[in-house]
Every structure is written in structure tokens, then in C-alpha cells.
């Protein structure tokens, strides 16, 4: 079992910036990918971005160049500094990792971007 806890999001005005940080413990070893999906009311959960071990990264066409994700290997945390925001950005936000094809999620964290 993974265990994922995100800290971060709140509201913030559109334009601004947010970093969201997720925690992984527990059966961490082998986790290949780990990253972020967001959902709005309605809608199905979206990939926002994901990063495998070796460091390579995925985004969402809607956030390339304003958002960044970075992983912490040895602290096994990943992050996701989110600049630029849009009030369309607006989501509660989930840390996944995925282990061997079994996807563990965390609570989520809402992010509201006024405009």
C-alpha cells in the first residue's frame, strides 16, 4: 500500500501562483510514475501532469509552460509549482503514484483561482 498526503492549494487570484507538495509513504519502493489529475464538478478527472523516476515529465496541452513538476526522490514527495493560474484552473487537485500498474491516490486539495 502507498499512502499519498497533498498539502498546499487555497484561493488565489487569477495570475498568481501555487505550489501543491504531495507525501508518499508506506510500499514506496518501485513507484514509477507519480503526478497530479484535477477534477471539476461534472467532469471526468484529468491528467495535469506526471513524472516518471527517471525524471521525465508529461503535461496537460492546458498547462504547458505555467506549470512544473519536480520530484523529490529521496524525500519521495512530488510537487507541482503552478504559475500563471486561470480561473478554468480551478479543481480540486490529486496526487496519484502508480506501483506496478496499481494507482494510489491521495484526498485531494482544493485550488480556487478567482477572477
Known amino acids: 500500500q502507498v499512502q499519498l498526503v497533498e498539502f498546499g492549494g487555497g484561493l488565489v487570484q487569477a495570475g498568481g501562483s501555487l505550489r501543491l507538495s504531495c507525501a508518499a509513504s508506506?510500499?514506496?519502493?518501485?513507484?514509477?510514475?507519480m503526478g497530479w489529475y484535477r477534477q471539476t464538478p461534472g467532469k471526468q478527472r484529468e491528467l495535469v501532469a506526471r513524472?516518471?523516476?527517471?525524471?521525465?515529465?508529461d503535461y496537460a496541452d492546458s498547462v504547458k509552460g505555467r506549470f512544473t513538476i519536480s520530484r523529490d526522490n529521496a524525500k519521495n514527495t512530488v510537487s507541482l509549482q503552478m504559475n500563471s493560474l486561470k480561473p478554468d484552473d480551478t479543481a480540486v487537485y490529486y496526487c496519484?503514484?502508480?506501483?506496478?500498474?496499481?494507482?494510489?491516490w491521495g484526498k485531494g486539495t482544493l485550488v480556487t483561482v478567482s477572477a
Open positions: 513524472i516518471i523516476s527517471g525524471g521525465s515529465t
Open positions: 508506506g510500499s514506496i519502493f518501485s513507484i514509477n510514475y
Open positions: 496519484y503514484a502508480d506501483r506496478w500498474g496499481v494507482i494510489y
